[in-house]
């Protein structure tokens, strides 16, 4: 994301709407997957858990998190 859209509350909102989707449809999760050198804290702060990793994908981690809904 561009910098200066950080902290607007775009991605926060987006996932809002997309849980909002998930619980009418009956979902019982919600699952996104990100690198380490992205998102991870961000996920983390709206509720997310990891629950899944690899390492050394391209010099990076790759985290699976899934939020209970």
Do not use: P, W
């Not at 994908?57 to 998190?65: D, K, N, S, V």
């Amino acid at each position: 994301m561009e910098e200066d859209l950080r902290g607007l509350g775009y991605g926060k909102n987006l996932l809002l709407e997309a849980e909002k989707i998930a619980k009418e449809k009956k979902c019982e999760f919600i699952k996104v997957d990100t690198l380490s050198f992205q998102a991870i804290d961000f996920y983390k702060k709206q509720g997310f858990e990891v629950f899944g990793t690899i390492q050394n994908a391209g010099r990076h981690t790759h985290y699976y998190l899934k939020k209970d809904i």
